[in-house]
């Protein structure tokens, strides 16, 4: 993994963000758009983490934390990449991250029908808790 780069995106990333996104990523959120990343990036400089190899976007989390809950999305790896570690040096980062912000458990959003990525998260250590269920509301 030496030739793996982590660093925390930048407004200048937004557009390769998106188009990785569409490319690498399970499913849209309310938020994929321009506006919806740049302000992520803006409120949070540290919360979304790329993986970069050879200068080429190769992986993304976002590791957000709200000073009570630590929150992971979009754990994606570009499919010419899988299987070599990327996600899980980004989960590492980011529990890194959240380990020096006082986080005490990460809570990860996984599609339900995600099974490649159930075995990813199992992998690292994560598991499934049966007796929560998400409510949302669109604002």
């Not at 930048?10 to 990343?37: H, I, K, M, Q, Y």
């Not at 040096?89 to 990860?108: I, K, N, P, T, W």
């Not at 490649?116 to 499934?128: D, E, I, L, P, S």
Request: proline share 3%.
């Amino acid at each position: 993994m030496s030739d793996l780069h982590i660093r925390c995106a930048t407004l200048s990333d937004v557009d390769a963000v998106l188009r990785f996104w569409r490319l690498a990523a399970e499913g849209t959120s309310v938020s994929d758009d321009p506006d919806g990343v740049a302000r992520l990036v803006t409120r949070d400089p540290e919360a979304l983490l790329i993986a970069e190899r050879d200068g080429l976007l190769a992986g993304s989390v976002i590791a957000g934390f709200d000073g009570w809950r630590c929150s992971l999305y979009r754990l994606a790896v570009h499919p010419d990449c899988r299987r070599q570690g990327i996600a899980a040096a980004l989960l590492e980062a980011a529990e890194q991250r959240f380990a020096a912000l006082g986080g005490r458990r990460g809570d990860a959003m996984v599609l339900e029908d995600n099974e490649r990525a159930h075995r990813t998260w199992a992998a690292a250590g994560y598991h499934r808790e049966d007796h929560w269920r998400r409510w949302v509301k669109p604002l």
